[in-house]
């Protein structure tokens, strides 16, 4: 299954700080992708990472990626009230017409004012 | 850009009765789309698959009579629930990416909460 497994299942931290969350996958992947879903929300697309890349970044988000250990870590730096959601990986391994994402259990990240 | 809503956002009905909702991409055409449910504290769930014009292709355990998918146009999907049930209520949501495009970035729509009493 190329479905990410997230790490922890829940994170508490205070405004300010930063926030890590990792996931690792099983299976070869053409990129990863990560997603935020606020609660009774539909998912919203973060970033994604291609498989030829270590490292990207956009606004306070930073992905990581080792294929070697097939894993990826989500850093949001100077965290807000505001993201306060829960954090999806998405391993992606294309395999023709049709070819899914799948997701994992998810963290739940809740930040302290 | 690259826009999907679902309608309705929320409904309940009667167990028995039959749902629609609807998954439309706003500003993009669609090859394919998505559905999802999701309960509570869960992740994802892939329904099924579907290609504007063709059948959808269900995942494994999904009842294909149960949860009818039509993808009529590049920017409409429709998922009914037929004779639905209490444990049927769930989260449902759609997902597009975008025509000519690889399926990996996928659009969310806002999410539909089914309720059956």
């Known amino acids: 299954s190329q479905q990410g497994e997230e790490d922890p299942q829940a994170l508490s931290i205070q405004e300010g700080e930063n926030a890590t969350m990792n996931c690792s996958y099983k299976?070869?992947?053409?990129?990863l992708q990560w997603y935020r879903q606020n609660s009774g929300r539909g998912l919203v697309h973060l970033i994604l990472i291609r498989s030829n890349e270590r490292e990207k970044h956009s606004g306070r988000l930073r992905v990581t990626l080792d294929t070697s250990k097939k894993s990826s870590s989500l850093l949001i730096t100077a965290s807000r009230a505001a993201d306060t959601a829960s954090y999806f990986c998405?391993?992606?391994?294309?395999?023709?017409?049709?070819?899914?994402?799948?997701f994992g259990k998810g963290i739940t990240l809740s930040v302290r004012p | 850009g690259a826009v999907v809503s679902q309608h309705p956002s929320w409904v309940i009905c009667k167990s028995g009765t039959s749902v629609k909702i609807e998954c439309r991409s706003l500003?993009?055409?669609?090859?394919?789309m998505f559905w999802y449910r999701q309960f509570p504290k869960q992740s994802l769930m892939l329904m099924a698959t579907?290609?504007?014009?063709?059948?959808?292709?269900?995942e494994q355990g999904v009842e294909k009579d149960k949860f009818l998918i039509n993808h009529a146009s590049l920017t409409l999907s429709t998922l009914t629930v037929t004779s639905a049930h209490p444990e049927d209520s769930s989260f449902y949501i759609c997902?597009?990416?975008?025509?000519?495009?690889?399926?990996?970035?996928?659009?969310f729509g806002p999410g539909t909460r089914l309720t059956v009493l």
């Open positions: 299976t070869s992947i053409n990129n």
């Open positions: 997902s597009a990416s975008i025509q000519g495009f690889m399926t990996d970035t996928q659009y």
């Open positions: 500003d993009f055409q669609a090859t394919t």
């Open positions: 998405a391993p992606y391994h294309y395999t023709g017409a049709n070819s899914k994402l799948t």
């Open positions: 579907s290609n504007e014009g063709s059948k959808a292709t269900y």
